[in-house]
């Protein structure tokens, strides 16, 4: 039996592989009542012979490491849809991002007992990323929660 193969749609995935790093703009909420600046720093890669994206994620502020992530995205055939497996240090359960490709973005929405959250990836050029997480209590209104503008320093 021949093993499968990475379709076109895996590939998509590789958009997102490499390490980046840029500045993150929180908006207040109650983690930051008057808003903040971050340093935002990525590592993506393409794992599992092409069918996944392994990517770990941290947040920065004065020298100080103060949030963790860890994701898993694949390509599901059988949804045809993108999905994240979003873990953090934030202790909660895993959070199940979906989505699908639209031209150079990326929108994944999530919804759990505390609402939607959404995370948009847009790619303006080869080597920048730029990403929004939003916040819902009805799928329908959404909040900024903060928006990152990254760099890419190398490939994956």
């Given amino acids: 039996m021949d093993m499968p193969k990475p379709t076109d749609a895996h590939r998509k995935l590789e958009r997102l592989a490499g390490a980046w790093k840029g500045t ?14 971050a340093e935002g720093r990525i590592q993506n890669r393409v ?5 996944a994206l392994v990517g770990e994620y941290e ?3 004065d020298g100080v490491a103060v949030f ?20 953090d240090s934030m202790g909660q359960p895993p959070e199940v991002f979906r989505g699908t490709w639209g031209g150079d973005t990326l929108p994944l929405i999530s919804k759990n007992a505390r609402g939607w959250a ?5 790619f303006p050029k080869p080597d920048r990323m730029v990403s929004r997480m939003e916040m819902s209590t009805d799928g329908k209104t959404w909040t900024t ?9 190398t490939s994956a």
């Fill in 68 to 87: 963790k992530g860890h994701g898993v995205t694949i390509w599901n055939p059988a949804d045809e849809c993108y999905e994240m497996y979003w873990y």
């Fill in 145 to 153: 929660f903060f928006d990152g503008i990254y760099d890419k320093l």
């Fill in 118 to 122: 959404r995370m948009t990836y847009t």
């Fill in 59 to 61: 947040q920065w502020k």
């Fill in 47 to 51: 794992a599992l012979d092409g069918f």
């Fill in 24 to 37: 993150e703009t929180m908006q207040p909420s109650p983690w930051a009542p008057t808003g903040s600046q």
